[in-house]
């Protein structure tokens, strides 16, 4: 158990939001769990899920999560995903002419992105044990994994160390500072107690990145789950289990809720936050 935080080691009080066994940092702001539950890991139904939905529902939900990050892949640079799951951006990046390296701490995650884009290089386990040589990569992309982590200033240390001067580290994470968290608490989309460690906000985020050494660390809108905006305003109403039939049937509303997803990213409110950060 642990009463500092793993970010900035500042100390911890109870965090109001979240309770138990979340607390908040004094210093940074960063909500993070005293305790670190054993044997927490997502099993291999959570890295194939998905596939209810229609294959074009599918097809548009990647394209706004995945297009503009997409944009900082040039052909031939030397890349790295850090939690790659099933492989999804990764196949996007090996289209697009990139030397991909990919890794992620669950071997089942590994055999299903691999047989996706079978010339990409995998990696298994944790970024700071990979051994990678200095100023290796030109751009890391790390979607939805900082929040698992136990030792964020370990990662984003070494992110730091194997980008190229001038190279780009994106990060994406749930945003706790968003006005989903606010109105669902602990029945938010992206809670996901005991997997998720800790719940940044864009100003514990920016602050954990300078501490690593990045600069011009710029926040930009994230569209990776549109439906959760929804999902947050009728968790508010009270309404929390939803079969697969009414998320489908409620896909034209979510469209709806779009445009407001994106304005509140412009002023750092939306559930997800991106955060792009140079060397």
């Not at 297009?67 to 090996?94: H, M, N, Q, T, Y």
């Not at 010339?119 to 700071?128: L, S």
């Not at 992110?159 to 608490?185: F, Q, T, W």
């Amino acid at each position: 158990m642990t009463h500092h935080c793993p970010s900035c080691g500042g100390p911890g009080s109870p965090d109001r939001r979240f309770g138990e066994p979340f607390l908040s940092c004094l210093s940074c702001g960063l909500r993070f769990s005293a305790v670190a539950p054993e044997g927490a890991v997502y099993g291999a139904a959570y890295y194939r899920r998905g596939g209810g939905l229609p294959k074009p529902v599918v097809g548009l939900l990647h394209r706004l999560a995945y297009g503009p990050a997409l944009r900082l892949a040039k052909p031939g640079a030397r890349v790295l995903e850090i939690g790659c799951g099933s492989g999804v951006f990764v196949e996007l990046l090996g289209a697009r002419g990139c030397e991909v390296h990919a890794m992620d701490a669950s071997p089942e995650a590994l055999r299903l992105a691999a047989e996706r884009s079978p010339r990409a290089v995998f990696h298994e386990g944790v970024v700071e044990a990979q051994r990678f040589p200095a100023a290796h990569f030109d751009v890391i992309w790390s979607f939805h994994v900082l929040e698992h982590v136990e030792d964020p200033s370990a990662f984003l240390a070494e992110a730091r160390r194997i980008l190229k001067p001038g190279g780009v580290l994106l990060l994406r994470v749930p945003n706790a500072g968003s006005l989903e968290a606010a109105l669902s608490g602990t029945h938010w989309f992206h809670f996901d107690w005991p997997f998720h460690l800790a719940h940044w906000s864009p100003r514990s985020l920016r602050a954990a990145l300078a501490r690593a050494g990045f600069s011009r660390a710029a926040s930009h809108p994230a569209l990776d789950y549109p439906q959760a905006l929804l999902y947050a305003a009728l968790s508010a109403l009270g309404l929390r289990r939803l079969t697969m039939p009414v998320k489908l049937a409620l896909l034209p509303l979510q469209a709806l809720f779009m445009p407001l997803s994106v304005a509140l990213g412009w002023i750092g409110k939306s559930g997800t936050m991106e955060f792009r950060a140079r060397v």
